[in-house]
């Protein structure tokens, strides 16, 4: 009964969040980082602009930025006061 107790406080703690949220800004950083380095590297085209580069204007591509933000916005606060 104790390791059953023990398992509902780990899984109702805020690391699941963290780390959930670290590894979804993880991936979608690695995406973001290769759709720059894919824009700054195109210099025989005509360059585009930054955001059609980025795909802002595509729903999927601008709730991967959301995404980002928000569990910046989350996480980092979260790890700086919880570890203090």
Known sequence: MNN?????Q???S???VL????????????YLYIQ?????NDD???K????DVMGLNDPL????????IISFLITVPLVVFINL
Do not use: E, G, H, P
């Not at 670290?22 to 979608?28: E, H, K, P, R, T």
């Not at 720059?36 to 700054?40: A, D, G, N, S």
């Open 36 to 40: 720059v380095k894919r824009y700054q």
């Open 61 to 68: 591509r601008s709730l991967l930025w959301i995404i980002l």
């Open 14 to 16: 805020m690391d699941i």
């Open 19 to 30: 780390a959930t949220s670290l590894i979804i800004s993880v991936i979608v950083n690695a």
């Open 48 to 51: 585009a602009n930054w955001q």
């Open 44 to 46: 025989n085209t005509t």
């Open 10 to 12: 780990f899984l109702n």
């Open 4 to 8: 059953i107790t023990q398992c509902i």
